[in-house]
């Protein structure tokens, strides 16, 4: 299931809802060593690596024969590297390598460095393939060296050195960003800078003289490894990411919660009926659909709701992002998402990775301050958008920002042509057409409307 095909040692299957993962026979002498040696309990401990039971086949139909059947703890929502922040993906890369480096105290190496292999309970990574971990042979090198290049540390240079998106180049590249386009697409003053050199470009030479076939324990990586000796290079590409910091990209929408015309009064009203929404409904997952830098995530999130706050702006998803970092028990996932142009059903036979439709609906979405974006900005149709939102969501808060409020100004300039048109009696019939009007209530001072739809029956 979901790309773990590819792995040798086992593979994910799910029976009722609930993630099993099989333990092949010819993994047993990697997997009993890891448990004994007491790797598994000190990782587990530390909240790096994903914890499991042992249990007995839920089905009869396996077909192949397994060492163990693990149920490792579900985690409620699968997100990908092409929908998070650059700070999300450092995050990702500190925890391997640290995950790795804690393996050589056990005699145990890290020999597979994918950036699907972590995922993110709150703000927090953590590692969910349990077969990734094998016996360290004398003198052995990281395998996975030259694979952390690719899904890590390139794009992670990238984005500071060259400020391209990771979410678009992450999409194309699922396999990680071949480091012969990283060493292309990185300025010449990259080749002064050691990170760059020794990691992408150094990697990039050798890769040309080899062609197209190359192992990750081979020649230039093979050399500075042994140089640096494996201990050695994981401190070393743990300091270099520890210093690396966000791009800081100027984009339209990253300051929108700070220019937003709200006065006081109706900034608190808002506040409060999506609050009360929340009480009311008491749903078990919310998604704020354009969450900015996630005011009304949080407050759903305090609400005992398990939240995603979506935005389109790498930049508002970075603060997000930081700000549940800031809170030590909060569970806030924060991702980067275009709704007009979601996450699809990615990999071997649209397989491996989810669409966001796959992975709803959920309970209740907010779509606060973010309809008249997709209508004027990004030319969707009212009926379009309410069965788009359909698909999403169980229940949908709306807010309704009226054609004279300033923040419409701008998108009105911009409007493609033969964009839809923008009035109220049209989304509310539109909206009707997929979901149930349940209530509505007027912002004060600000001629805005905020709507509770329900799913028919």
């Not at 009696?425 to 009707?432: A, I, K, M, R, T």
């Amino acid at each position: 299931m979901l790309g773990s095909f590819r792995d040798p040692a086992g593979f994910v299957f799910v029976r009722s809802g609930v993630p099993y993962r099989l333990v092949r026979p010819a993994f047993a002498p990697d997997y009993d060593h890891m448990l004994q040696s007491g790797f598994h309990a000190a990782a587990v401990a530390k909240g790096w690596l994903v914890p499991h039971e042992e249990v007995a086949p839920p089905t009869a139909e396996l077909d192949e024969p397994y060492h163990r059947i693990l149920r490792p703890e579900k985690l409620e929502f699968i997100s990908y590297p092409y929908e998070w922040c650059f700070s999300q993906l450092r995050g990702a890369a500190l925890l391997t390598l640290r995950l790795a480096r804690l393996a050589l105290d056990f005699g145990l190496t890290l020999k597979d460095a994918s950036a699907y292999n972590v995922q993110f309970r709150g703000p927090q990574p953590i590692f969910i393939d349990t077969t990734s971990f094998v016996r360290a042979a004398p003198d052995q090198l990281w395998p996975a060296y030259y694979q952390f290049c690719r899904h890590f540390l390139a794009p992670l240079l990238l984005a500071t050195k060259s400020q391209l998106l990771l979410q678009r180049e992450l999409r194309v590249h699922l396999d990680g960003i071949p480091i012969d386009l990283a060493s292309r697409l990185l300025p010449l003053s990259s080749w002064l800078q050691p990170s760059s050199l020794m990691h992408v470009h150094l990697h990039a030479r050798a890769e040309r003289g080899q062609g197209s076939t190359r192992s990750a324990g081979s020649d230039v990586s093979t050399q500075r490894r042994s140089a640096y000796g494996t201990v050695a290079l994981l401190e070393h590409l743990i300091k270099l990411l520890e210093r690396l910091e966000p791009p800081q990209l100027a984009t339209e929408w990253g300051d929108y919660e700070r220019a937003t015309h709200y006065s006081e009064n109706a900034s608190r009203s808002k506040h409060d009926l999506v609050g009360s929404v929340c009480d009311e409904l008491r749903p078990e997952t919310v998604w704020d659909l354009g969450a900015n830098s996630g005011r009304y995530s949080r407050l759903a999130e305090s609400r005992g709701a398990r939240t995603i706050a979506f935005d389109a702006d790498p930049s508002a998803v970075e603060r997000c992002y930081a700000e549940s970092l800031g809170r030590p028990r909060s569970s806030l996932v924060s991702l980067h998402m275009d709704l007009t142009n979601p996450s699809p059903r990615l990999g071997w036979d649209c397989g491996e990775r989810m669409s966001l439709r796959d992975r709803g609906p959920c309970d209740l979405a907010l779509a606060l301050a973010l309809i008249h974006h997709l209508v004027l900005g990004r030319g969707i149709p009212f009926d379009a958008l309410s069965e788009g939102m359909s698909h999403l969501a169980r229940n949908l808060l709306v807010e309704w920002i009226p054609p004279a409020d300033p923040m419409i100004a701008p998108l009105r300039q911009r409007r493609p042509q033969g964009a839809p048109d923008y009035d109220q009696q049209h989304f509310e019939d539109s909206f009707n057409d997929h979901f149930r009007l349940a209530q509505r209530w007027n912002l004060p001072e600000s001629g805005r409307t905020l709507y509770l739809f329900c799913g028919k029956e």
